[in-house]
């Protein structure tokens, strides 16, 4: 029987009993992980954009250079003509001096094993305590910017998740907290670094809790001090950057008609198998290096001469590849390849194939870089093509547009290759800031996820709780 309690009661301002980890323990350090990730995800960015000057100053104002540099489309590049400029042959060898640059900075002051993005989060999650080591933070930050800013297809989210990670397992330390409250820091640091770079807080804060498994299993137990950090963070870079979402979709997208869900279907199917071929070349393509009997360093420069020539040839290949997620966008509209004409369904599937291979030499040969951008990139490619094949095949009470499309794909892609369903559904939302998507994003989500038991693209990812060291034989730590 509870006593009656009044407002003039003491135990209205006392805290509620039983608090613990599920109902607020940690949340003052979440919020520091979530304060510190936020400032170094913050100079993170400006180290980015502080090699984008340094190779426009040293490699001079030509055209495609200075477009690689800010992350714009390659307009008009493709003329047979301009393969005779001195100057574009650097796109075949930039990829690979920026890899093997990172690669000597990560193997002489940290160690490869704590080192390759996300996975080794997770890894660390599961097998080492939620110890990442300190060093992560500065070496990978500038690693990771020598690949990508030179021209490497990877993304930047692979580091910040590891740097964020390394935050929490840091502040944990520094205050001599457990070996579960580790976990749960290091969790909600790794939240905070993608609620940072992304512009998407909610999608943060779930993705710390959903990433550790390749089932619908999620740690629960990382939520609320994921929520904390992932706030603080976002408010931190939002400060310096902006509130803006990450890109920008067209005002007449959204989901007012039923029978969408049958191409959505459709969409989910090729998703599906898109993330399978993505999924099975990056395994392929790393094996390959790995059973390759040459020194790493080797390793990373024949990687990044292989994405140079195909950048050679599709300079949008090189780098994040975001400025094709917003052609996507305007798919029918855009003139991205300006001298084959406006982007056509055999462009963004072509392209959706360079991407997958041009990261998988990226980082399957030991660049440093993440494979969470360029899988929406991929997402995106494949959302546009078949947008575009069924606004031309279906009637117009369909009201089919491929922009709408692109994102959903996005989101499914995620879904799939990631195990992320939720924080692929919710992320979408915000990096474009179109909400009225999220019915067929929840319903393309749904199906390329069950689709694609069994298949992920972090071997750190055990399937279940139950097959995670942390939680087998009721062996977590306190």
Known sequence: MLRRLSITSWKFLRAGSGISVRTGKYFVEAMLVGLITGFVVVGFRYMIGFGRVWLMENLGNHQFLSKLTDGAAFVGLYSMTRFLD??????????????????????????????RGT??????????????PAAVVP???????????????????????????????????WMNLTVRARRILMAAGLAAGISALFQAPLAGAIFGAEIFYSSSDVEYET???????????????????????????????AYQNGLRLLPYFVLAVIVTYGVRFYIAFF??????????????????????????????????????????????????????????GPLTIAGFVCFFFMKAIATAFTVGSGGS????APAIV????????????????????????????ALVGMAGFLASAIRIPLTAIVMVAEISGNHSLLPPAMWVCGISFWLNNGWSLYRSQP??????????????QK
């Open 86 to 115: 001195p100057h574009r042959w650097l796109l075949v060898v930039m990829p690979a001096i920026g890899a093997l640059l990172g690669y000597l900075l990560i193997k002489r002051f940290a160690s490869l094993e704590h080192a």
């Open 119 to 132: 996975d080794s989060a997770v890894a660390a999650y599961h097998l080492r305590e939620g110890h990442v």
């Open 139 to 173: 070496i990978k930050s500038v690693a990771s910017v020598l690949t990508v800013a030179s021209g490497g297809s990877a993304g930047y989210e692979g580091p910040v998740t590891l740097i964020g990670a390394a935050c929490g397992s840091l502040v944990a330390r």
């Open 223 to 253: 939520l609320l001090p994921c929520f904390l950090a992932s706030a603080v963070s976002y408010t931190v870079y939002a400060y310096f950057f902006g509130w803006g979402s990450l890109f920008t979709m067209p005002p007449d997208c």
């Open 283 to 340: 395994r392929g393509v790393e094996g390959w290096f790995r059973d390759l009997r040459a020194p790493g360093w080797v390793k990373v420069v024949i990687g990044g001469l292989g994405v140079g020539i195909i950048g050679f040839f599709v300079p949008d290949i090189l780098g994040t590849s975001y400025s094709v997620i917003q052609a996507s966008f305007t798919a029918g509209e855009s003139e991205l390849f300006e001298d084959f």
């Open 369 to 372: 870089g993440g494979v969470f």
């Open 378 to 405: 991929c997402g995106g490619t494949l959302g546009a093509a078949v947008g575009l094949f069924f606004a031309r095949m279906l009637p117009a009470t369909f009201e089919i547009h491929p922009a709408a499309f």
């Open 463 to 476: 399937h279940s709780r139950e097959s995670s060291p942390v939680h087998s034989h009721h062996r977590l």
